[in-house]
């Protein structure tokens, strides 16, 4: 059942690409959801960036966990990517278009410099913080300094509801490619599973990212919590520099 009433949407002061949404809390079977903003500036109108061949999904080991990318943003342009906005200071690349500041950026880069999607950003032209405040200095455009940093997944598997709930209390934006960590509660089989994997352990600000290896929107999210016995959560977060 939700809480709090329907989705709403506003619109801020930052050029007309970027969007944010609000909604209600939601609570799906001992994992407490609540949805935050997200930012996608997917619309462009810029230069068409083909086969760049990054993907993200496997990064080869010689690929550094930690770099700056310098990205030129034209006026009125758009970035071409999806970003998760978290309420700490995680700011992830959930999409990245073909076209688009960012394609074009990775149309020069060396392969093991280029942007993909599930790369954190942890600072905007040398300033770190908060997701939110990142997300806006990169509306002003021109030269901008992304600080990037790998994304490190594992898995947490085996995870049998029929034993107590889960014990999670996570955000994720409508439109968001992940859930956050908000809180990891004692009675739950999260916590178990920390106890018995120290190496393995769920954090607060960790990502899911997928679940039973399906992406996590949240209708995803809410069906396999509440149809799904037996779970696996692929979760992520920044590599050590």
């Known amino acids: ?12 002061r930052a050029p007309a ?131 990037i940093r790998r994304a490190h997944s594992f898995v947490v598997g085996d995870l049998d509801r029929s034993r107590g709930r889960l014990g999670l209390d996570v955000t994720m934006h409508p439109t968001s490619q992940a859930a956050v960590i908000k809180q990891v509660l004692s009675d739950g089989l999260v916590e178990a599973h920390n106890r018995q994997n120290p190496e393995r352990a769920v954090k607060v600000g960790d990502m899911i990212v997928a679940v039973n290896g399906q992406a996590t929107t949240p209708k995803d999210l809410q069906r396999l919590l509440r149809s799904t016995d037996r779970l696996e959560l692929t979760l992520a977060r920044p590599s050590e520099a």
Not at 64 to 86: I, M
Request: net charge negative; charged share 20%; aromatic share 6%.
């Open 17 to 147: 690409w970027m969007f944010f949404r609000l909604c209600c809390w939601q609570s799906c079977d001992g994992v407490a959801v609540q949805v935050l903003p997200s930012v996608c500036a997917l619309e462009s109108d810029g230069p068409r960036v083909e086969d760049l061949a990054v993907g993200g999904r496997t990064l080869e080991k010689h690929w550094p966990p930690a770099f700056s990318a310098r990205v030129q943003l034209a006026k009125g342009g758009s970035y071409g990517v999806c970003l998760d906005v978290t309420p700490s200071d995680l700011l992830r690349i959930s999409k990245i278009q073909d076209r688009g500041a960012v394609a074009v950026y990775n149309s020069s880069a060396e392969e093991h410099l280029r942007l993909v999607e599930g790369d954190f950003i942890v600072s905007v032209n040398g300033e770190a913080g908060q997701a939110q405040a990142k997300a806006d200095a990169m509306t002003l455009g021109g030269s901008v300094e992304l600080g």
């Open 1 to 12: 059942p939700s809480r709090g009433g329907a989705l709403f949407e506003r619109r801020s």
